[in-house]
């Protein structure tokens, strides 16, 4: 395999966890199904989910939040042929509404999460997909979040 050849390879799989990202924070869900292979192994935890529980996570996460926003971060990628691991770091920020005096004075907050994805990757019909995505949370912490002057 060229150089050309191994550094597409490592853009495609490193723009896959950016799509990832993306297509949470917006709901994509046709976007998102694309990402994954039939047979994902997605890793929270304890909790290993399949491919109809993962297509169900945008959903969760923007019924629970407001918003949330994924910046990805360092990553590191190791090609091998048509299979490669990596290792993702990831801030997320999800923000939700709270209240203050028996629900009269709303703000909002920001659940944030420091990040470190363990994924495996195969090109399938061409395509680099997650095969396995382990999501490990390092740190948690929550902001107020100061709304802008308008």
Same mark, same amino acid.
């Given at each position: ?13 490193? *723009? ?9 924070? =917006?709901?994509? !869900?046709? /976007? ?10 997605? /890793? ?11 297509? =169900?996570?945008? =959903? /969760?996460?923007?019924?629970? @939040? ?20 990596? /290792? ?13 005096? *028996? !629900? ?7 659940? *944030?999460?420091?990040?470190? @994805?363990?994924?495996? @990757? ?10 396995? =995505? ?8 929550? *902001? ?7």
């Amino acid at each position: 395999m060229t150089d050309l050849a191994l550094l597409l390879d490592e853009l495609a799989i490193k *723009n896959l966890s950016h799509r990832y990202a993306i297509a949470l924070d =917006r709901d994509d !869900r046709e /976007e998102w199904a694309s990402l994954f292979s039939d047979d994902i192994a997605f /890793e929270s935890g304890s909790t290993v989910r399949g491919l109809e529980d993962v297509l =169900r996570i945008p =959903r /969760e996460q923007l019924a629970r @939040y407001q918003k949330t926003l994924h910046s990805v971060t360092t990553q590191k990628i190791s090609l091998a042929g048509d299979t490669a691991t990596g /290792e993702v770091y990831c801030v997320a920020h999800h923000i939700y509404e709270d209240f203050h005096q *028996n !629900r009269r004075l709303p703000f909002d907050l920001s659940h *944030n999460f420091l990040i470190r @994805y363990e994924d495996d @990757y195969s090109r399938i019909d061409g395509r680099w997909v997650f095969t396995r =995505r382990r999501v490990v949370t390092e740190a948690r912490f929550v *902001n107020q979040i100061i709304p802008a002057e308008g």
